[in-house]
């Protein structure tokens, strides 16, 4: 199958060349600052930690300074804002709670600030609400330049210059209208080299289709939501078709498990690339080349990994993931608790980058079962039961009580349950092991599981383990 060439891909054809002295020239003309942050990223990855380090303490102590002066809800703290140096910042920041979404929402108005330096354009955000409700938050053209930067960076790590051919295969319905109307996104998008492929519709005639632009547009990297290019991935497979290998995929917006990793690896024939990022924070971590963990963002935000008494986890332990921006001047949210749970690294990665390791990203704090021995069980444990079972095409394992779980399943056309006992048995026999012999497992054939809001798709959610507000 092949597809017409739209004139907005004419474009990006003919404007190859001179988008390289273009592209510089319409960020500046929209007042973006990106390009300066990137280069400053590039040279400064490969200084010793302690010099990474360095500035990301100027950062958070100017970022600090900012946020106890003009914010209400960090100044009834009664900190002084000058009594933050940038080799007391991470000391001062650890006397600040932990931000949670329930306080965020109900405290929106006393997080923003009152008094912005003139030339700062802000925006109202929105979470993908994977934990439940979403929120809402401040932000500004000044984080949007940094997080930009971070992502061409991280990009640069799997072989794509800021000018290579892209296809980003995204979920959110708010990315895909905002980024397909109107004059100047088309044009951005151009700029960019940036083609959009719409997760929303992962249909068997939209997966075709979008093999064919593939086929046709050839790009250098594959931007993708995790689950939406996993499911590509098994589509092709299991189609037997044909695809143009690009030079690399690139996964975000979910957790990239080994399974899923492997499956789009070979149907694509690249190397996978995993990023970990929210709509709150932006980039927080990245894989390079030698994919032994996650390296972390420094130059946009500063992560903690806490345990339940909100004290510092040792490299290895796992714990919540808490981040503070130190670059959105609108609203500055400190020690917020994304939702998820990492793993700082023991040891740094050996391609000689001095920033540090996340060595994972467990999941979402909801996706963590407890048995009725009140031990913990991370739902990846499921997954990988029902990842290889052929004769299901799409599964989400739902926990409603320590000794109930529902796993909803979608079957091939004409195919029913009764045919597969002997499976449905090995899974029940798996799932007791670990959540004990009086558990429940309630197996239900549905014609389609819907993505949240946001488009992410969640194949594990436990209504027991602890819930992040």
């Not at 988008?19 to 600052?33: E, M």
């Amino acid at each position: 199958m092949t597809i017409p060439l739209s004139i907005d891909y004419r474009l990006m054809q003919f404007t190859q060349y001179p988008r390289r002295w273009v592209l510089p020239l319409f960020l500046r003309r929209n007042g973006s600052r990106a390009l300066e942050h990137y280069s400053l990223m590039r040279d400064l990855q490969w200084e010793a930690p302690a010099e990474i380090r360095r500035y990301q303490m100027e950062a958070l102590c100017a970022n600090l300074r900012h946020a106890l002066s003009v914010v209400a809800y960090y100044r009834k703290l009664g900190m002084d804002p000058g009594s933050v140096t940038p080799r007391n910042a991470a000391e001062m920041l650890r006397g600040i709670p932990v931000l949670t979404k329930a306080t965020l929402r109900d405290q929106f108005q006393n997080l923003s600030a009152i008094d912005l330096e003139p030339g700062v354009r802000t925006f109202l955000n929105t979470s993908g609400g994977s934990t439940g409700e979403p929120v809402l938050f401040m932000q500004d053209n000044i984080y949007k330049d940094w997080q930009a930067a971070a992502m061409m960076l991280f990009e640069e790590w799997a072989g794509r210059s800021v000018t290579d051919l892209e296809i980003k295969l995204w979920g959110s319905e708010r990315d895909i209208i905002n980024e397909s109307e109107g004059l100047r996104k088309r044009a951005g998008n151009i700029m960019r080299n940036r083609i959009l492929l719409d997760a929303f519709h992962m249909t068997e005639r939209g997966m075709v289709s979008y093999v064919a632009t593939i086929n046709t547009c050839r790009p250098r990297v594959i931007l993708a939501y995790v689950d939406a290019v996993y499911e590509l991935a098994r589509f092709i497979r299991d189609h037997g078709l044909a695809v143009v290998s690009p030079g690399a995929v690139i996964t975000s917006a979910g957790t990239l498990y080994p399974e899923q990793r492997m499956l789009i690896g070979e149907v694509f024939g690249c190397p996978v690339f995993d990023q970990y990022g929210s709509r709150e924070m932006g980039q927080m971590a990245g894989d390079c080349e030698r994919h032994e963990g996650l390296h972390l963002n420094m130059f946009n935000n500063y992560m903690e990994i806490l345990d339940e008494n909100d004290q510092p986890c040792p490299p290895g332990k796992e714990g919540r993931i808490v981040v503070t921006t130190l670059h959105n001047r609108t609203m500055p949210l400190i020690r917020y608790e994304i939702g998820d749970m990492g793993i700082m690294a023991e040891k740094p990665c050996s391609c000689g980058r001095g920033l540090p390791m996340l060595e994972r990203v467990v999941g979402r704090s909801t996706e963590v079962f407890r048995n009725s021995r009140g031990d913990v069980v991370s739902g990846h444990f499921f997954n990988r039961q029902l990842f290889f079972r052929t004769f299901i095409k799409k599964f989400q394992i739902i926990q409603e009580s320590p000794n109930h779980l529902v796993v909803k399943v979608v079957l091939g056309q004409g195919d029913d349950l009764l045919r597969h006992q002997d499976d449905l048995r090995d899974l029940e026999h798996r799932f007791r092991s670990v959540m004990g012999d009086d558990v429940r497992v309630e197996v239900i054939a549905v014609e389609a599981i819907e993505p949240l809001a946001s488009g992410k798709y969640i194949y594990t959610i436990s209504k027991v383990g602890r819930q992040v507000p």
